[in-house]
């Protein structure tokens, strides 16, 4: 039985699809888009926000890529989403088509249990 009572991380996959203003920057304007445009407003709004980024484009046509973000608490992502949504890429660069928001094995610390996993080797 678990006995860990630390708040689980909130992890959001935000589900987006690039818009045609995203796709005639050049790559150099893109990264520098990013670097100017979102990490300044996320860095001035929130703490304990991490990202992975993944390029979906090949195999679906609705979601281009799926943006993984993981905040300490419900606190930093909400102050995330917020600043988010203050900069170009909510719903002008990219079409915010779903979020999925959850804790990883929520089922577990909801009911004392060890997380089932698996492991291949």
């Known amino acids: 039985m678990s006995t860990d009572t630390t708040e689980p991380p909130v992890t959001a996959f935000m589900l987006v699809k690039t818009t045609p203003e995203w796709l005639a920057l050049t790559v150099e304007e893109r990264v520098h888009a990013f670097t100017t445009q979102v990490l300044p407003a996320i860095q001035a709004k929130t703490t304990g926000v991490r990202s992975r980024f ?7 046509v609705r979601v281009t890529d799926v943006w993984v973000w993981e905040a300490d608490d419900h606190k930093a992502y909400q102050l995330l989403i917020d600043a988010l949504r203050e900069t170009p890429f909510w719903d002008r660069y990219f079409e915010i088509v779903d979020l999925l928001v959850g804790t990883e094995n929520g089922y577990a610390r909801t009911y004392g249990l060890e997380a089932v996993t698996t492991i291949s080797t």
Do not use: A, I, L, Q
């Open 54 to 60: 993944y390029d979906t484009e090949f195999y679906s």
